[in-house]
Nanobody
């Protein structure tokens, strides 16, 4: 079972990045997937989560209106489109699998990291001029 996050990089404030999380080794379309981030010296923060289809999503208040999560079950991949990036978005971003199968509707409870059982390796996002 594997989750691989990629797409991070250095971007100027106001810019955009799209992160990808490619999954393998489990029935991808049976699981909700979340994105988390951790900045230096800070606790890990839930950013967004998407249910088993793309009809239910949830976002942290800090990214709402700027980030968009989506999934392509045919490609076993979840994306995080990040627009209007701010310096405070600088962090390592991780994707993870929610521990229960067949979660259709997600809420802010799905932004709690203790509910995730498998994690990708992280990708660095740096927003700086």
């Amino acid at each position: 079972l594997q989750l691989q996050a990629c797409g991070g990089g250095l971007v100027q404030p106001g810019g955009s990045l799209r992160l990808s999380c490619a999954a393998s080794g489990f029935p991808f379309d049976d699981y909700a997937i979340g994105w988390f981030r951790q900045a230096p010296g800070k606790e890990r923060e839930g950013v967004s989560c998407i249910g088993v289809s793309d009809t239910s999503t949830v976002y942290a208040d800090s990214v709402k209106g700027r980030f968009t999560i989506s999934r392509d079950n045919a490609k076993n991949t979840v994306y995080l489109q990040m627009d209007s990036l701010k310096p405070e978005d600088t962090a390592i971003y991780y994707c993870a699998r929610f521990f229960l199968r067949t979660v259709v509707a997600v809420t802010t409870d799905h932004l709690r990291d203790e509910n995730y059982d498998y994690w990708g390796q992280g990708t660095q996002v740096t927003v700086s001029s």
